[in-house]
């Protein structure tokens, strides 16, 4: 190793402090689902005396990159999930607020949520449900061939308020990292993978406040404001004679008949025909109006309604994380959230546990695909072997049971609907 100068040493001294500062956030909570996981969370009686409360699984999955990294999935098809952690009341006042969590749908999910929230004040955690208040809610949804999205809810006195822009998710049977990053300076971003995937000013992408400027309600369109974009050209006159000629004339092809008799039959007229010559009323031809002012707009003005909000960005309590789910597949597995005011540090987190498993995850999902694929084809093999003796049963004894009516096609038509409604 060749000896360094003195400013080397300052500048190796200032990189290891950066990379020191780098790290120093605040994780307000974490959770990789360990054991002993169940001591923070707290499973919801909501919907549990309808028998609708599904129970979760804490497996790392079907396929995965580490068999022991384990996370919680909703095991029960068309069921309501609520969980809940609680972690020390904080308020994102002046600070910047990173939530971050890994979801995987393993069932290829065509109908339900994988967003988490936030909460604030006081929560009954056993009472947690659809209807709890909460101040962000953040993740994928997925319904049908509609809905294909991140939400991502900003609530501000008891209103929710969907983000603007259309942040498409995640729709494979993959684990996926989805991030929400809202900073002091009012602006935020939404990471997929760690990559940014969308950003902006919470300002412009909510409508949480009423808006800046208005059209000014008092103003009026000036009576001699010209708005016509084409007039009449006053050059182009009525050719002399135009009116007087004929719609018809008459057929100048035609012939008396020769057994036309004028006494009996009266006067012979030729019959008319349409006149190439007539060309209809006359029109003045149309120019484009010299004097065209353009289309009027009411002048934009300060809306008196209009009171910023320095924190509009900020939540003054955040206390438990929710997890509250309706699902008509079950399979959707959350992992390695975390809390943080440090944007580095989920990024890092997210390294260390789905990037650095990603690639096995991605083989042994597609070793599963194969073995099921191979199964179904043995199967179907089977089948084939079966309808032959059915066919051979069937023509032996007429009136078999008919076959069972796929009803899960209704079923998740219905269970979108109802996630639509309860969006
Ligand atoms: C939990 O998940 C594992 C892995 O997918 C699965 O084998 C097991 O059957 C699941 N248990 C329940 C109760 O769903």
């Known amino acids: 190793m060749a000896i360094r100068g003195g400013s080397s040493f300052a500048l190796a001294a200032l990189l290891a402090l950066a990379s020191v500062a780098a790290v120093a956030g605040e994780v307000f909570f974490q959770e990789k689902f360990e054991d002993g996981w169940e001591s923070r969370w707290v499973k919801s009686d909501w919907k549990k005396d309808e028998n609708m409360a599904g129970e979760w699984n804490h497996t790392s999955g079907k396929w995965n990159g580490d068999a022991e990294d384990k996370g919680i999935q909703t095991s029960e098809d068309y069921r309501f999930y609520a969980i809940s952690a ?20 393993e069932q290829k999910l065509d109908c339900g949520g994988g967003y988490v929230k936030l909460l604030g004040g006081d929560v009954d955690q056993k ?3 659809g209807d709890t208040p909460y101040s962000i809610m953040f993740g994928p949804d997925i319904c049908g061939y ?36 809202i900073r002091p300076d009012a602006t935020y971003s939404i990471l997929i993978d760690n990559e940014e995937k969308q950003t902006g000013s919470v300002y412009e992408h909510w409508d949480i406040l009423p808006p800046k400027k208005i059209k000014d309600p008092e103003a009026k369109k000036p009576e001699d404001w010209d708005d016509k974009e084409y007039i009449p050209d006053p050059e182009d006159k009525k050719p002399e004679g135009y009116d007087d000629i004929p719609k018809e004339i008459p057929d100048p092809d035609a012939k008396k008949p020769e057994d036309w ?5 009266g006067e012979w007229t030729a019959p008319t025909i349409p006149n190439p010559e007539y060309k209809g009323p006359w029109k003045q031809k149309k120019i484009k109006n010299p004097n065209y002012q353009g289309k009027w707009k009411a002048p934009m003005i300060d809306n008196p309604d209009f009171k910023d ?39 890092k987190f997210a390294e260390d546990t789905w990037a650095k498993h990603k690639e096995a995850e991605k083989a042994a999902f597609d070793e599963a695909e194969k073995k099921k694929e191979e199964e179904e084809a043995a199967k179907a093999g089977e089948d084939d072997d079966d309808l032959e003796d059915e066919e051979v049963a069937a023509d032996l004894a ?10 899960f096609v209704i079923r998740s038509f219905d269970a979108c609907v109802e996630t639509l409604l309860r969006s």
Do not use: R
Request: charged share 30%; aromatic share 10%; net charge negative.
């Open 86 to 105: 609680e972690y020390p009341e904080f308020s994102n006042k002046d600070k910047t607020l990173v939530l971050q969590f890994s979801v995987k749908h």
């Open 127 to 129: 009472k947690f449900g």
């Open 146 to 181: 509609s809905t294909k999205k991140v939400h991502a809810i900003l609530t501000k006195d008891g209103k929710n308020h969907l983000i603007k822009k259309d942040v498409p998710c995640e729709t494979d049977q993959l684990t996926h990292v989805y991030t929400l990053i």
């Open 261 to 265: 008799d004028d006494e009996e039959d």
């Open 309 to 347: 909000d320095p924190y509009i960005y900020a939540f003054d309590s955040l206390k438990y994380i929710g997890i509250e789910l309706w699902q008509v597949k079950s399979g959707t597995l959350f992992d390695n959230i975390i809390i943080t005011d440090d944007p580095a540090l989920a990024k």
């Open 398 to 407: 007429v009136g078999q049971d008919l076959p069972v009516l796929p009803f």
